[in-house]
């Protein structure tokens, strides 16, 4: 069994909301709330939801790019959150990002050289040199690119190029595990399967783990090994890919799954079609967050939280009535 790399407990980050000439606080969007979760080593966690249930958040807490609000987040058993300076830089070495727009997360200014290779020279792994540029050269080269691309700039690159200049910086510095924020959305589908096997190989040959958010299902079930499932800043259901999109036990789930279209058009799914709009996160509802549109609610979704409890086999649900 692989060892646990990742632990996260009751994570929260809430955002401020300040209004007035005064800029008083007057309430909070609360991004992630209470989430909990674990990844191991060589594995990869899918991350899936809507759009602004707090998957990008969550991944950018993690690496503390954003500072949280409240819980725990172990890197091999380290406290991320509690790190000083000279330690979060030794465990920036470990746990990289991959961003979404490969467009605008690469400097216009630098070279593909400088691009992968400032990281190296920031954490005095290399000189500048010849064995910096050649350091660089090999680890572009796993990312499909070549010798050639070394003093090229962002823009003389189409987007599935520029996404794996973005994965060869993360992976200079021999990371251990990698937050990947929907790399390939950006991407037209045929460069989308070129990069996502560019991943997998990564994580076979380098033992990497992944964070992998996406909105995409199909690609998440191609490349994760489990899955969990945002609604409204919060964890609802966390399960192997298998268990989880053969036999989902919360009703969010299931309405996000059988949106999936079929490419065998005699196979009919029946379409759950959600009602009402998504609370706002400033202000999310009472009790359980989707009993605003679960057809499945009570009077006891709209009053108590649901625990995220594990149902057997690692397979977590935060709902009063998943069996």
């Given at each position: 069994?692989?060892?646990?790399?990742?632990?996260?407990?009751?994570?929260?980050?809430?955002?401020?909301?300040?209004?007035?000439?005064?800029?008083?606080?007057?309430?909070?969007v609360k991004a992630v709330d209470d989430v909990s979760l674990f990844i191991k080593e060589g594995e990869t966690l899918g991350i899936v939801g809507e759009s602004g249930c707090g998957k990008s958040t969550l991944g950018r807490t993690l690496l503390r790019l954003y500072e949280a609000t409240d819980g725990e987040v172990y890197y091999k058993g380290k406290n991320v959150l509690n790190a000083h300076k000279d330690e979060m830089k030794e465990l920036r070495r470990e746990m990289q990002i991959v961003f979404q727009d490969p467009y605008s997360s690469l400097n216009p200014r630098m070279t593909v050289s400088r691009i992968v290779g400032e990281s190296l020279v920031e954490h005095e792994l290399f000189h500048k040199g010849k064995e910096l540029d050649d350091y660089v050269v090999d680890i572009i080269t796993k990312c499909g690119l070549a010798k050639y691309h070394l003093n090229r700039y962002p823009h003389e690159f189409s987007g599935g190029q520029r996404q794996r200049i973005g994965i060869a910086r993360a992976l200079a510095l021999n990371p251990s595990f990698i937050v990947a924020d929907?790399?390939?959305s950006a991407l037209d589908v045929s460069i989308q399967s070129q990069v996502i096997n560019l991943l997998t190989d990564l994580q076979r040959d380098l033992n990497l783990s992944y964070m992998f958010i996406s909105h995409d299902l199909g690609v998440v079930r191609y490349i994760s090994h489990r899955v969990g499932v945002m609604y409204l800043g919060s964890m609802v259901e966390l399960a192997g890919k298998n268990a989880l999109f053969d036999s989902p036990k919360h009703p969010y789930t299931q309405a996000l799954l059988s949106a999936i279209p079929k490419p065998d058009p005699t196979v009919k799914r029946d379409r759950i079609i959600l009602e009402g709009d998504i609370p706002s996160p400033a202000n999310p509802p009472l009790g359980c967050k989707f009993h605003t549109r679960c057809m499945y609610a009570k009077d006891i979704c709209k009053e108590e939280i649901p625990e995220f409890k594990n149902l057997g086999g690692d397979h977590f649900v935060a709902c009063h009535f998943a069996k």
């Open positions: 069994m692989s060892e646990v790399i990742l632990e996260v407990n009751n994570l929260k980050k809430y955002f401020p909301i300040h209004q007035g000439f005064l800029r008083r606080k007057v309430g909070d929907e790399p390939v």
